[in-house]
């Protein structure tokens, strides 16, 4: 699981089936302090996630195809979760919506 911003969306008129009437968003991966980490990328959304929304990034194999019930999807990522706060013993990360830049 990782941690990302939802900075985009994605439209296509052709795709393949697995991608059939879903949501497609472009998120930035983060680390705890919100600062960016490598290239954004294309995740699936799986819980209704918005632009500037923190969320929570599925990427495990074989993840996709049981979630989207669609053996061997093609997916690499899904948004699995809005996120709320982290703790991480005595710290407390707050992750209210970021502003989203492309």
């Not at 795709?15 to 919100?34: C, E, F, G, S």
């Not at 194999?61 to 061997?72: D, E, I, M, R």
């Not at 997916?75 to 699995?80: N, S």
């Amino acid at each position: 699981m990782r941690i990302g911003v939802v900075i985009g969306s994605l439209t296509a008129s052709d795709k393949h089936k697995a991608y059939h009437a879903k949501n497609l968003l472009i998120v930035q991966r983060l680390t705890l302090d919100r600062k960016p980490m490598g290239f954004p990328t294309m995740a699936i959304d799986y819980v209704g996630a918005g632009r500037g929304d923190v969320i929570l990034l599925g990427a495990a194999p074989g993840l996709a195809s049981s979630v989207l019930n669609y053996p061997k999807a093609p997916v690499q990522q899904l948004i699995m979760g809005i996120i709320d706060k982290i703790e991480l013993g005595d710290r407390e990360f707050e992750m209210e919506n970021l502003p989203a830049e492309a």
